[in-house]
């Protein structure tokens, strides 16, 4: 286990050097910062001097050895639009992004799974296909339009929750978290909601697929035929089982509601990350999106971690030190 | 565990007891710093102007009024006394002297990582000094006549801060000091900022015991805020939505012409293979035709500016014939919007020996002006139905302002806001001949380059005499847009704020939400 | 009074091209501490026979009529409630593959104590060590550190064995094994066939052994069945019935038997397919690929009771 822990993450830091590398090549391939930072009305020295106190003046090689440097000790560079260093502008705005994601995949997780549940195990049943069909929808319908859909009726018409913003946040354990304050709820539940849907339709069509595929094998009927009651076979044996499947795409689609709020969060106003990166990437702000983007990394291969162990757990034929990684 | 509330008063009612109202404003661009010297950005500026004052500011047209400075005259050509205003106090209580100004503007070039530094706006004073508490004196090497002008961005802080605040302790609030109407209260990053009122402020009272502003980029995420009442106004109200809001009960909105010019830049410099200019069957031209006036005029005939003005901009743009709009400084009366011919268009092509056209390439941001990409369809189509077949490349303006600066593109859209107020501003940037020596054409990405023009604008630049100088700009504009061509004026961008029912706002040509121009009652 | 009666039952799967009857109008019966050989080909119905016993018939299929007479109870309509107070405790089943039986994911001491708890409120530890004494009798070694175990980490055979395990927990007085060896190596098979006898012998059960190989009824049961298209088409004696089947299907089977004696030559195939029980012609199912087909085959046969065996033919192999 701890090898294996420690392999990941050794692989963990190959990922990331890559994708630095990436990330500095390309951005440096779309444009030059100090053209978007200095003022219009700048003119060219202003313009060698935004160069020179960003470290743009150096060649991109030269630039890529002193994030690297940085890098090693923890420094991942300072934000040249915020002035900031860079992981503090990201780790300011994680909560925001965390709360709304996790607030999402517990919406998905509470609705989806009960749903796919009783679809799975009534399938002829008339609110089963009403649920089928819904998740249809909500896989097809465009997360903005839905947003401002969601806005329009909540906030505009029906006037019961607050159409932007994030609301009052409460400290918890360091973070700044709003969810756990009833009137910055408030603020969170329609981004929530949004974010939640077409996750929510995912976990309603895998459960329901898993349900449909897990009772028509044996082991459900010798439960059956044991004489279990239908709650245990049902909560315990079926339930076992399609938990494995559905922690996987649970834990991956955790990572990916994180890393592509963006969507939401602009319609929202969310202060999130994924508002954040989108203004830096418009900006060229390097440092950011860098950052952002190994975060992001790091966050998905941590989940991933964290969905091995899970598994392992949940499914007895799963050793770690045989998983591959 | 420990629950701490932090902002109880995130969640506050709307509507306080009287004299003590909230004023929520949503704004289109976040504000990226509180440091008012760290990032020359129009939001940042916007909310540093509620907190810290200028000497010199500007009105809603853009014409100087005085700020913390009383009055300003020149002792002779490069010298420059400014009376300041007696009585203005910091939000400490400290009285407000001649040593925070000089004070200010040793700190302004010295900012650590500025991305967008304010020593544009401070270079030409070569010394400062204070005669006494309330006179100040600036000594330059040239005539600068812009003295005045470019003070409105310069914020002045108290002396202590300026020696010794950094950037992050604006950002934590600490810094905060100025001599504003308003006082910083608090700052969430990306989300909002919310200030209280300065009861001591010298000008008159301002209106709002509150004011919160929230960033909501979103420009329908906006409306709908207004229209749920989450916030009583907004900034950069869309286009598309201005029909339906203009007849809502509850809505009101007010719109002003602005500073912004939305023009074609065109590749004059280069005689021989301009990148994207081809003949009608796409192949590349060796002479380009985009250096002859006779061409670039042909393409200003081309456009009809009153159909862009109307369909595309729903009447959010007025059709531009010269750099800023006739009520600036610097302006021609002389100069309308070149009416749409296109059978003089075809005419002038001929003249200049391309009577079946050729094709070109518009190059366009997608997300800097208001409906930049639209523009250019619509321009795209014009051209090509003169008999210049035209495509339209859009692009994040990320990558459009590099490529552009690398003289990579023939033909491209952009615009322009003229922060002093006056011609000078885009005669300098776009039309002087490109001089980094002299830090002039430096956004001349198409190289236009005239001698004549040149000289004239050196001279308003050095011409402190306001009726002087303005005939010399009238006149420098004449010559640059109707004689040479240098760039196709396309139009004006109008600013529009939409508020509830009951408040009111001047609109302003500089486009800068201030709250404490925010009025209750018509 | 027999144990078991199960009389004219139909099973029915509602399906895209129609209505399929997998079980037409079976009955059978068994007394106490018998030893009944189920036997017919793949589809002949004779595992959903087993299963609409234990009422474990799901959609798309239905038990369409017939009565399952259990001891005192009619097992047919019965309360979900009431019929699982019936599985697993007096009645009790084992499957096929032992692979598939028990729940990957749940420990087989879950899976032992749940199906104690299930029919009696006892302590963790009068469960658990029932559980151990039933994987004893079953020959598992060391079955108190086996009981920690996952079904992946024992063998087939070894699975079968705790399958039986369970299946004895509560001394059930009918057990239900639905080819319980067909899965398992040859070696294996024959330890299984013979433990399963010696522990239903042991407790008295009643033992329905489902089975297409008509080797393993012969030394097992006491009686046998022979089903075809979803009715039993003959009946009687093991010994009585292989020694002189009835039914020309019957004797199709017994020749295509590998015995151990017949040294070379090609065993006997009985010509044709399955038919469809899609759309059952009237008539004997078994006609169209009988040598003894007449033409009044086409009427249905009913089943003629004979010396205490029963054959449903219009033209058996003998007596008629």
């Given at each position: 286990m701890t090898v294996y822990v420690l392999r990941r993450l050794a692989q963990t830091l190959l990922v990331l050097f890559v994708t630095s590398a990436l990330v500095f090549g390309g951005l440096f391939l779309v444009g030059d910062p100090v053209e978007i930072l200095v003022n219009p009305n700048a003119d060219q020295a202003e313009k060698l001097r935004a160069a020179a106190a960003l470290g743009l003046d150096r060649s991109v090689l030269e630039q890529y050895w002193i994030f690297l440097r940085g890098a090693f000790t923890g420094d991942l560079g300072r934000s040249f639009v915020f002035g900031r260093p860079a992981l503090d502008v990201i780790l300011e705005r994680m909560p925001a992004t965390l709360e709304i994601a996790f607030l999402a995949m517990l919406i998905s997780v509470c609705l989806g799974i009960p749903l796919g549940l009783y679809a799975g195990l009534r399938p002829a049943d008339p609110l089963s296909k009403t649920i089928m069909a819904g998740s249809i929808l909500g896989f097809s319908l465009p997360t903005f339009?839905?947003?401002?859909?969601?806005?329009?009726?909540?906030?505009?018409?029906?006037?019961?929750?607050?159409?932007?913003?994030?609301?009052?946040?409460?400290?918890?354990?360091?973070?700044?978290?709003?969810?756990l304050h009833w009137e910055g709820l408030r603020y969170a539940l329609l981004p929530a909601t949004n974010l939640a849907l077409f996750k929510l339709s995912l976990i309603v069509r895998l459960t329901r697929a898993q349900v449909r595929e897990q009772s028509l094998l044996d082991y459900i009927k010798f439960a059956r035929a044991k004489g279990l009651p239908r709650s245990r076979v049902i909560g315990v044996h079926l339930m076992k089982n399609i938990m494995i499947?559905?922690?996987?795409?649970?834990?991956?689609?955790?990572?990916?509601?994180?890393?592509?709020?963006?969507?939401?969060?602009?319609i929202f106003a969310w202060p999130g990350m994924g508002k954040l990166v989108i203004d830096s990437i418009f900006q060229l702000d390097r440092p950011v999106v860098v950052t952002y983007l190994l975060v992001t990394v790091f966050m998905f291969i941590f989940i991933n971690l964290v969905v091995d162990i899970l598994y392992s757990v949940l499914d007895p034929r799963v050793r770690l030190s045989e998983a591959k990684g | 565990m420990r629950f701490r509330i932090l902002l109880a008063a995130a969640a506050a009612t709307v509507s306080l007891a009287a004299g003590a109202a909230e004023l929520v404003v949503g704004l289109s661009t976040p504000i990226t710093s509180l440091d008012p010297h760290f990032h020359n950005l129009t939001p940042n500026n916007s909310l540093a102007k509620h907190v810290f004052e200028t000497l010199t500011r500007n009105d809603e047209q853009q014409r100087l009024v005085p700020g913390l400075a009383e009055s300003w005259r020149t002792l002779d050509a490069t010298t420059w006394e400014f009376k300041l205003r007696k009585g203005a106090r910091w939000h400490d209580g400290a009285e407000f002297t001649a040593e925070d100004v000089v004070a200010t503007l040793k700190r302004v070039p010295l900012v650590p990582n500025s991305p967008a530094s304010f020593a544009i706006y401070t270079r030409a004073i070569k010394e400062a000094s204070a005669l006494d508490k309330h006179t100040l004196r600036f000594r330059t090497d040239k005539p600068y006549p812009l003295l005045p002008n470019d003070i409105t961005s310069v914020h002045i802080l108290p002396k202590k801060i300026a020696e010794n605040a950094k950037t992050e302790d604006f950002n934590s609030g600490k810094a905060m000091i100025g001599t504003g109407p308003y006082r910083f209260s608090e700052h969430v990053s990306g989300d909002r900022v919310v200030l209280v009122s300065n009861d001591k402020y010298w000008g008159p009272k301002p209106a709002w015991?509150?004011?919160?502003?929230?960033?909501?980029?979103?420009?329908?995420?906006?409306?709908?805020?207004?229209?749920?009442?989450?916030?009583?106004?907004?900034?950069?109200?869309?286009?598309?939505?201005?029909?339906?809001?203009?007849?809502?009960?509850?809505v009101t909105l007010v719109s002003a012409v602005s500073n912004r010019i939305i023009y074609l830049h065109f590749d004059s410099g280069r005689e021989k293979n301009s990148p994207f200019v081809t003949d009608k069957a796409g192949k590349p031209l060796e002479t380009n035709p985009l250096r002859d006036p006779r061409v670039r005029k042909a393409i200003s005939k081309a456009i009809d500016r009153e159909a862009i003005a109307s369909r595309i901009m729903e009447g959010q743009a007025q059709p531009a014939g010269q750099l800023l709009p006739e009520t600036f400084f610097g302006t021609s009366k002389r100069l309308p919007p070149e009416k749409y011919d296109p059978e003089g268009a075809r005419k002038?092509?001929?003249?200049?020996?391309?009577?079946?056209?050729?094709?070109?390439?518009?190059?366009?941001?997608?997300?800097?002006?208001?409906?930049?990409?639209?523009?250019?369809?619509?321009?795209?189509?014009?051209?090509?139905?003169?008999?210049?077949?035209?495509?339209?490349?859009?692009?994040?303006?990320?990558?459009?302002?590099?490529?552009?600066?690398?003289?990579e593109f023939s033909f491209l859209l952009a615009g322009w806001g003229a922060e002093t107020g006056e011609t000078s501003s885009p005669l300098r940037s776009l039309l002087a001949t490109f001089d980094t020596a002299q830090g002039m054409g430096g956004a001349n990405r198409g190289r236009f380059s005239d001698a004549g023009l040149d000289a004239l604008i050196s001279t308003a630049l050095t011409t402190i005499d306001d009726t002087k100088?303005?005939?010399?700009?009238?006149?420098?504009?004449?010559?640059?847009?109707?004689?040479?061509?240098?760039?196709?004026?396309?139009?004006?961008?109008?600013?529009?704020?939409?508020?509830?029912?009951?408040?009111s706002y001047k609109a302003r040509a500089d486009q800068y939400t201030f709250a404490f121009e925010v009025r209750t009652g018509r | 009074m027999k144990l078991l009666e199960v009389t004219d039952l139909v099973t029915e799967f509602h399906t895209r091209e129609g209505v399929l009857r997998a079980v037409n109008g079976a009955s059978l019966a068994l007394e106490r501490g018998e030893?009944?050989?189920?036997?017919?080909?793949?589809?002949?119905?004779?595992?959903?026979?087993?299963?609409?016993?234990?009422?474990?018939?799901?959609?798309?299929?239905?038990?369409?009529?017939?009565?399952?007479?259990?001891?005192d109870l009619e097992l047919l309509g019965l309360p979900e409630e009431s019929m699982r107070r019936v599985r697993g405790k007096r009645i009790a089943m084992v499957f096929q593959d032992p692979m598939m039986t028990l729940n990957p994911v749940l420990s087989i001491e879950t899976q032992m104590m749940e199906t104690v708890f299930a029919h009696e409120a006892t302590t963790p530890q009068?469960?658990?060590?029932?559980?151990?004494?039933?994987?004893?009798?079953?020959?598992?070694?060391?079955?108190?550190?086996?009981?920690?175990?996952?079904?992946?980490?024992?063998?087939?055979?070894?699975?079968?064995?705790?399958?039986?395990?369970?299946?004895?927990l509560h001394k059930p007085e009918l057990i239900i094994a639905d080819e319980p060896t067909t899965?398992?190596?040859?070696?294996?098979?024959?330890?299984?066939?013979?433990?399963?006898?010696?522990?239903?012998?042991?407790?008295?059960?009643?033992?329905?052994?489902?089975?297409?190989d008509l080797a393993v009824i012969a030394g097992l049961a006491d009686r046998i069945a022979v089903m075809y298209a979803g009715r039993i088409v003959e009946e009687g004696p093991v010994a009585e019935v292989l020694d002189a089947p009835l039914h020309p299907y019957s004797r199709g089977l017994l020749d295509s038997v590998p015995a151990a004696n017949a040294g070379a030559g090609r065993l006997n195939q009985i010509p044709g397919m399955a038919p469809s029980l899609l759309r059952p012609a009237p008539g004997c199912a078994f006609r169209e690929r009988c040598t003894r087909a007449e033409d009044r085959c086409c009427d249905p046969p009913a089943l003629t009771q004979m010396n205490g065996r029963a054959v449903r033919c219009c033209n058996p192999l003998q007596g008629a």
């Amino acid at each position: 286990m701890t090898v294996y822990v420690l392999r990941r993450l050794a692989q963990t830091l190959l990922v990331l050097f890559v994708t630095s590398a990436l990330v500095f090549g390309g951005l440096f391939l779309v444009g030059d910062p100090v053209e978007i930072l200095v003022n219009p009305n700048a003119d060219q020295a202003e313009k060698l001097r935004a160069a020179a106190a960003l470290g743009l003046d150096r060649s991109v090689l030269e630039q890529y050895w002193i994030f690297l440097r940085g890098a090693f000790t923890g420094d991942l560079g300072r934000s040249f639009v915020f002035g900031r260093p860079a992981l503090d502008v990201i780790l300011e705005r994680m909560p925001a992004t965390l709360e709304i994601a996790f607030l999402a995949m517990l919406i998905s997780v509470c609705l989806g799974i009960p749903l796919g549940l009783y679809a799975g195990l009534r399938p002829a049943d008339p609110l089963s296909k009403t649920i089928m069909a819904g998740s249809i929808l909500g896989f097809s319908l465009p997360t903005f339009w839905v947003g401002l859909l969601l806005i329009i009726l909540f906030a505009v018409e029906l006037g019961w929750l607050p159409s932007t913003g994030r609301g009052p946040t409460v400290e918890f354990l360091g973070l700044q978290l709003s969810i756990l304050h009833w009137e910055g709820l408030r603020y969170a539940l329609l981004p929530a909601t949004n974010l939640a849907l077409f996750k929510l339709s995912l976990i309603v069509r895998l459960t329901r697929a898993q349900v449909r595929e897990q009772s028509l094998l044996d082991y459900i009927k010798f439960a059956r035929a044991k004489g279990l009651p239908r709650s245990r076979v049902i909560g315990v044996h079926l339930m076992k089982n399609i938990m494995i499947p559905l922690v996987t795409v649970i834990g991956l689609e955790l990572g990916s509601v994180i890393a592509f709020a963006i969507v939401t969060e602009t319609i929202f106003a969310w202060p999130g990350m994924g508002k954040l990166v989108i203004d830096s990437i418009f900006q060229l702000d390097r440092p950011v999106v860098v950052t952002y983007l190994l975060v992001t990394v790091f966050m998905f291969i941590f989940i991933n971690l964290v969905v091995d162990i899970l598994y392992s757990v949940l499914d007895p034929r799963v050793r770690l030190s045989e998983a591959k990684g | 565990m420990r629950f701490r509330i932090l902002l109880a008063a995130a969640a506050a009612t709307v509507s306080l007891a009287a004299g003590a109202a909230e004023l929520v404003v949503g704004l289109s661009t976040p504000i990226t710093s509180l440091d008012p010297h760290f990032h020359n950005l129009t939001p940042n500026n916007s909310l540093a102007k509620h907190v810290f004052e200028t000497l010199t500011r500007n009105d809603e047209q853009q014409r100087l009024v005085p700020g913390l400075a009383e009055s300003w005259r020149t002792l002779d050509a490069t010298t420059w006394e400014f009376k300041l205003r007696k009585g203005a106090r910091w939000h400490d209580g400290a009285e407000f002297t001649a040593e925070d100004v000089v004070a200010t503007l040793k700190r302004v070039p010295l900012v650590p990582n500025s991305p967008a530094s304010f020593a544009i706006y401070t270079r030409a004073i070569k010394e400062a000094s204070a005669l006494d508490k309330h006179t100040l004196r600036f000594r330059t090497d040239k005539p600068y006549p812009l003295l005045p002008n470019d003070i409105t961005s310069v914020h002045i802080l108290p002396k202590k801060i300026a020696e010794n605040a950094k950037t992050e302790d604006f950002n934590s609030g600490k810094a905060m000091i100025g001599t504003g109407p308003y006082r910083f209260s608090e700052h969430v990053s990306g989300d909002r900022v919310v200030l209280v009122s300065n009861d001591k402020y010298w000008g008159p009272k301002p209106a709002w015991s509150t004011v919160r502003f929230k960033m909501i980029s979103n420009s329908a995420a906006r409306v709908a805020a207004l229209l749920a009442g989450d916030v009583h106004m907004i900034e950069s109200v869309p286009t598309a939505d201005i029909p339906k809001l203009a007849k809502d009960a509850r809505v009101t909105l007010v719109s002003a012409v602005s500073n912004r010019i939305i023009y074609l830049h065109f590749d004059s410099g280069r005689e021989k293979n301009s990148p994207f200019v081809t003949d009608k069957a796409g192949k590349p031209l060796e002479t380009n035709p985009l250096r002859d006036p006779r061409v670039r005029k042909a393409i200003s005939k081309a456009i009809d500016r009153e159909a862009i003005a109307s369909r595309i901009m729903e009447g959010q743009a007025q059709p531009a014939g010269q750099l800023l709009p006739e009520t600036f400084f610097g302006t021609s009366k002389r100069l309308p919007p070149e009416k749409y011919d296109p059978e003089g268009a075809r005419k002038l092509l001929a003249q200049a020996g391309y009577p079946d056209g050729f094709g070109l390439t518009l190059h366009t941001p997608n997300n800097r002006y208001i409906n930049d990409e639209k523009i250019a369809q619509a321009v795209a189509q014009f051209l090509t139905r003169a008999g210049i077949p035209t495509k339209v490349e859009a692009m994040p303006s990320a990558v459009f302002f590099s490529r552009g600066s690398k003289l990579e593109f023939s033909f491209l859209l952009a615009g322009w806001g003229a922060e002093t107020g006056e011609t000078s501003s885009p005669l300098r940037s776009l039309l002087a001949t490109f001089d980094t020596a002299q830090g002039m054409g430096g956004a001349n990405r198409g190289r236009f380059s005239d001698a004549g023009l040149d000289a004239l604008i050196s001279t308003a630049l050095t011409t402190i005499d306001d009726t002087k100088r303005g005939l010399i700009l009238a006149a420098a504009s004449e010559k640059a847009i109707a004689e040479l061509q240098g760039l196709v004026p396309v139009h004006y961008e109008i600013s529009t704020w939409g508020m509830k029912k009951g408040l009111s706002y001047k609109a302003r040509a500089d486009q800068y939400t201030f709250a404490f121009e925010v009025r209750t009652g018509r | 009074m027999k144990l078991l009666e199960v009389t004219d039952l139909v099973t029915e799967f509602h399906t895209r091209e129609g209505v399929l009857r997998a079980v037409n109008g079976a009955s059978l019966a068994l007394e106490r501490g018998e030893i009944l050989g189920l036997v017919g080909e793949s589809g002949s119905g004779k595992s959903v026979t087993g299963f609409s016993i234990l009422g474990l018939i799901d959609p798309p299929g239905r038990i369409a009529s017939g009565s399952v007479r259990f001891d005192d109870l009619e097992l047919l309509g019965l309360p979900e409630e009431s019929m699982r107070r019936v599985r697993g405790k007096r009645i009790a089943m084992v499957f096929q593959d032992p692979m598939m039986t028990l729940n990957p994911v749940l420990s087989i001491e879950t899976q032992m104590m749940e199906t104690v708890f299930a029919h009696e409120a006892t302590t963790p530890q009068d469960a658990r060590r029932r559980a151990i004494e039933a994987l004893a009798r079953v020959g598992i070694a060391s079955p108190g550190e086996r009981l920690a175990q996952y079904p992946h980490q024992f063998s087939g055979g070894m699975r079968q064995r705790v399958a039986i395990a369970i299946a004895l927990l509560h001394k059930p007085e009918l057990i239900i094994a639905d080819e319980p060896t067909t899965a398992l190596d040859v070696t294996v098979q024959g330890q299984i066939l013979y433990e399963m006898q010696k522990l239903v012998r042991e407790s008295g059960a009643s033992l329905i052994w489902i089975t297409h190989d008509l080797a393993v009824i012969a030394g097992l049961a006491d009686r046998i069945a022979v089903m075809y298209a979803g009715r039993i088409v003959e009946e009687g004696p093991v010994a009585e019935v292989l020694d002189a089947p009835l039914h020309p299907y019957s004797r199709g089977l017994l020749d295509s038997v590998p015995a151990a004696n017949a040294g070379a030559g090609r065993l006997n195939q009985i010509p044709g397919m399955a038919p469809s029980l899609l759309r059952p012609a009237p008539g004997c199912a078994f006609r169209e690929r009988c040598t003894r087909a007449e033409d009044r085959c086409c009427d249905p046969p009913a089943l003629t009771q004979m010396n205490g065996r029963a054959v449903r033919c219009c033209n058996p192999l003998q007596g008629a």
